[in-house]
């Protein structure tokens, strides 16, 4: 097909931590003299982001891609799969909507997606050494084997030899990665070259005869096992890691909310709501690398009281969410908290929600029609048929004590917001096109603002000085600026050398095959 040569990683499940290993590869092989390019045929994500062209693509190909020091393109992930219920997904593919489909009017519809994978995959291929592709959830969903494109499907489509992964810190290990072997056909068995144990914590030496049973029972190598990556910092592969938790970031359970914020008077809390069907929550990753700032996912409307901001983030469904709210207490807590003054912050749908009301007449999210919204804002949105992305440059309103300054940052939303307040900001770029555009919008005294900007507190300056407002008012010391593109770096560095040193590299080169017929290396 073309010189490139695929090595993929499958895993016995979803969050086994195939995308962070991905990623690792990525930079290895990178470092290694080799081009390589990052790989995902088929994502269902509500983590997004939006290429230099608009085209959006899972979040964590994007990752993949600055951990391969190559821009993100659309043809790293050609088909993202946004769900919008428990039973239907909006269909994105070559970073354009295509439609929304049903769980089973997908399945049929795989088969002329395997073509849009392949076109994608082939580009990629042709200008690449090593394509680092990574699966989908489990090979061993028996039901989902006909026209898979996700997993043993795709290696079979790109004759790619597979590394399969677990996830030991979960317990079974073992039985997961022997389960799934014995779920595969024989030549799928035939495409699986070893494993790779991932997220150990503990003595080597009491692992090993579990090693050399796993070995023995299979006929298969250990490549590696990598430690649990305690402290390296690096985002989620996808909302996994949200569901069934009310912990945050840096172990506090949420219930215990109180108490920590009284015993950590230098701490900051931002609290996020965690909606239902809440996306692009890797938009809050630059507050845990801040030093006195701790971050908080939350459904209890009591947690809010001991918040110095609360944000209300994207989602796939604003209307089903924004009843969520009402239904919860949520919504009338937050109203009382900014009546007390509290700092709301709303981003793409969160925005969407805190003005006076969203309104679906075309039926793009859901059947809900209209729903009335958190009226902190004087504005209302109404929802459209076609989605806007783009990468944007933006100003931000004087209003909003942060004069002058400059943000980047990119949209990804349906609807048009048009009401009384002042924008929160003027976009003046939009894929590198000089542009005029009013974005968001802030109250009077600037503590309720919200935008379409995602990656806004990306911006060192911009989250800074917001912060540094918090500590102003907390009589906190002020802090300086941390770079959250140089944490990035240092964490996707720290993160190929552990790999490097816990898999045999040279059993994977000999997986992947020789390169001494590549130009270049």
Known sequence: MSKARPIMLQGTASHVGKSILVAALCRIFKEHGLKVSPFKAQNMALNSFITTDGGEIGRAQAFQAEAAGIPPSVDMNPILLKPTSDMGSQVIIHGKVYGNMKAKEYHRFKKEAAQYVMESYKKLAAKNHVIVIEGAGSPAEINLRENDIANMGLAEMVDAPVILIGDIDRGGVFASLVGTMELLTPSEKHRVKGFIINKFRGDMELLKPGLQFLEDKTGLPVLGVVPYLKDIILPDEDGVVLEGQKISDFGFRISDLKSQIANRKSQIAISIIKLPRISNFTDFDPFRFEPDVS???????????????????????????????????????????????????????????????????????????????????????????????????????????????????????????????????????????????????????????????????????????????????????????????????????????????????????????????????
């Open 295 to 521: 971050l908080y996912y939350f459904t209890d409307p009591v947690e809010m009281d001991y918040a110095d901001a609360v944000i209300i983030p994207g989602s796939k469904n604003t209307l089903e969410d924004l009843e969520w709210l009402w239904k919860s207490g949520i919504a009338d807590a937050i109203t009382n908290y900014a009546k007390q003054g509290g700092r709301v912050i709303g981003i793409c749908g969160g925005f969407q929600m805190l003005g006076k009301a969203v309104k679906d007449p075309y039926g793009t999210e859901s059947n809900l029609g209209e729903i009335r919204g958190l009226g902190l804002l004087n504005v209302e949105t109404i929802l459209e048929r076609e989605k806007k992305t783009y990468q944007v440059e933006a100003m931000i309103d004087a209003r909003c004590e942060m004069q002058d300054a400059r943000v980047k940052g990119y949209e990804i939303h349906m609807g048009e917001t048009v009401g009384g307040e002042r924008p929160f900001s003027i976009i003046i770029d939009r894929n590198s096109a000089s542009v005029s555009i009013e974005d968001g919008a802030v109250s009077n005294d600037g503590k309720i603002w919200g935008t379409y900007i995602h990656g806004i507190f990306d911006n060192d300056e911009f989250r800074t000085e917001l912060l540094n407002e918090i500590r102003a008012k907390k009589r906190l010391r002020m802090q300086r600026i941390i770079s959250f593109q140089d944490v990035k770096n240092k964490g996707i560095k720290e993160l190929a050398e552990v790999v490097n040193k816990s898999i045999d590299t040279q059993k994977l080169y000999y997986t992947i095959g020789r390169f001494s017929d590549l130009s270049g290396c």
